[in-house]
């Protein structure tokens, strides 16, 4: 509706409804020029409606949705599926040109727009939490795995001879993977442990540096975010020794950019010394369905590079709506909910002879021993994993002594713990973007029943059965 239609209502409905409505629809018109001047993160989240129509309106802009269009090309936006049209706001043609991510695709000057906004806002977001030094950045449609993957596979070019990537073990799959996928060998580097954290083992780094030669090595992969008892990368002293050795620095920071301590490491690093890229998961930081990422780094000429070593279309859309609607004074919520999971655990710990291990330089996650429980039954522990998913507690993760797991041909002993010999077992919480006090409670609540529970068992099969009792 344009200033003419609306004139032309108050022909058929009372002028002073019509004014009403005319209103209604600037303050959305609003919104939309806001962001369309600034490129920035709105200071409160977009409602539903807001979002509904800006979509809707670039929508009309690509060609698939063209009134008169008559498409006789082999890729013309046709969906077999209304559901499928409806779901994507029938913006069906993706954004960028076959070898280019970053180009505007002519037939599609809507989802173009849309794409260059998004990735504008999340530069923003990047700044606002931490990162202000941050040059570039751009979504992609792939988990962070696979954009690690791209990272290493642009680097390639630049270091033709390299076969090696050097990283601090955590144990997490994908970013394994992720370099065996680019063709790399991954050169593990045991972490040191420090009171209840492993921290990085920044002598040894320095060691497999001067062993393999800096021109054989690809770059150095770190991690930011992770799993208690491990904490961040040394982030600071690795980008001065990636400088010092010119050698690329690459970090996955998959949840850590709900996390100030995580962005300021990445922003000190980047100060100090080097790094190329880091990169952040979309669903973990923005609460969106699984599948896309955001590459960010300090060099824009490099983070270009990147984006057009990326080889297909993308579609646009999850990164976009959820940016939209993204409100940053979430982040601020979760030292608090931090704070309470912290305290609960601790309580609980101590009520069942157990502790909360001392991890603070992990901002994220928690760990509790779970000593008393192993010493009950072998398989207590590995129980209490089970009975917390039976009772709807996801997420929490329950860490045996002792387990390997061979990926790709490596073995890594004490696989889960990133360690092959930490000296107890424990279980996981985390504090993530969107956890409520209510999940917190809840929690605890079935936590607490699951340890009894099993200490019962354990005591039960320990005492003698009264038959056995009057036998002897």
Same mark, same amino acid.
């Given at each position: +509706? ?13 002028p002073?409804?019509v ?5 209604a ?17 709105p ?13 809707n309106?670039l ?5 698939n949705?063209?009134?008169?269009n008559c ?8 969906v ?13 043609h ?6 280019d ?14 794409n260059?906004?998004?990735?504008s ?10 990162v ?13 795995? +696979?954009?690690?993957a791209l990272?290493?596979?642009?680097l ?6 390299a076969?090696?990537?050097?990283w ?18 991954p050169?593990?580097?045991?972490n040191?442990?420090d009171?209840?954290?492993?921290r ?7 060691r497999k ?25 040394s ?14 620095h690459?970090?996955?920071?998959a949840?850590?950019v709900?996390?100030?301590?995580c ?6 690093g980047?100060?100090?010394?080097r790094?190329?890229?880091f ?7 923005? +609460?969106?369905?699984v599948?896309g ?18 080889p297909?279309?993308?579609c646009?859309?999850?990164a976009s ?10 982040l ?6 931090y704070?309470?999971l ?31 429980l ?10 209490l994993?089970? +009975?917390?998913?039976?009772r709807q507690v996801?997420?929490?993760?329950v860490?045996?002594?002792?387990k390997?797991?061979i990926?790709?041909g ?5 696989f ?10 424990y ?11 209510e ?6 609540k ?5 340890l009894k ?5 354990g ?6 059965s ?6 002897l």
């Open positions: +509706m344009n200033s003419e239609n609306f004139l032309l209502s108050e022909k058929i409905v009372s002073s409804y004014r009403q409505g005319s209103q629809r600037r303050g959305h018109e609003q919104l939309i020029r806001q962001l369309l001047e600034q490129g920035k993160c200071e409160e989240g977009w409602s539903e409606s807001t979002v509904e129509l800006f979509l309106e929508a009309v802009m690509d060609s949705n063209f009134l008169g498409g006789v090309g082999e890729r013309e936006g046709r077999a599926s209304g559901l499928v049209a409806r779901r994507h706001y029938r913006l069906i993706g954004i960028g040109r076959s070898g991510i970053a180009a505007i695709q002519p037939k599609a000057a809507g989802s173009s727009l849309l260059k906004l998004t990735n806002v999340v530069l923003d977001i990047l700044k606002l939490s931490g202000r030094s941050v040059a570039s950045c751009f979504v992609v449609p792939m988990a962070t795995g +696979m954009s690690l990272c290493f596979l642009t390639r070019h630049r270091r033709p001879k076969r090696y990537i050097i601090p073990r955590i144990d997490q799959k994908s970013c394994f993977k992720s370099m065996i996928t680019a063709g790399f060998e050169v593990v580097v045991e040191v442990l009171g209840d954290e492993l990085t083992d920044l002598e040894a780094v320095e540096v001067e062993e393999l030669g800096a021109e054989n090595i690809l770059c150095v992969h770190s991690t930011t975010s992770c799993f208690a008892p491990r904490v961040p990368d982030l600071e002293e690795l980008a001065a020794m990636c400088a010092k050795h010119n050698i690329p690459v970090v996955n920071n949840y850590g709900q996390s100030s301590k962005m300021h490491l990445i922003q000190q980047a100060r100090v010394g790094i190329d890229a990169v952040q998961s979309l669903d973990k930081n923005f +609460m969106v369905p599948g990422a955001i590459i960010a780094g300090f060099d824009a000429a490099f983070i270009e590079e990147i984006s057009k070593m990326y297909v279309l993308q646009c859309l999850v709506t959820s940016v939209f609607v993204f409100s940053h004074e979430r601020h919520d979760l030292q608090e909910i704070s309470i912290a305290e609960e655990l601790k309580r609980l710990a101590s009520a069942h002879g157990e502790r909360l291990l001392h991890t603070p330089h992990n901002p994220i996650s928690l760990a509790m021993s779970l000593d008393g192993q010493a009950t039954s072998d398989k207590a522990v590995t129980q994993g089970s +009975m917390l998913f039976t996801s997420g929490a993760r860490i045996p002594l002792g390997e797991q990926i790709n490596y073995t890594f002993r004490g889960m713990s990133h360690s092959e010999s930490y000296p107890c077992p279980l996981n919480a985390a504090s993530a973007i969107g956890i409520t006090r999940d917190v409670a809840l929690c605890i079935r936590l607490d029943k699951s529970a099993l200490k019962k068992e005591k039960a099969a320990r005492s003698p009264p038959l056995a009792s009057q036998n």
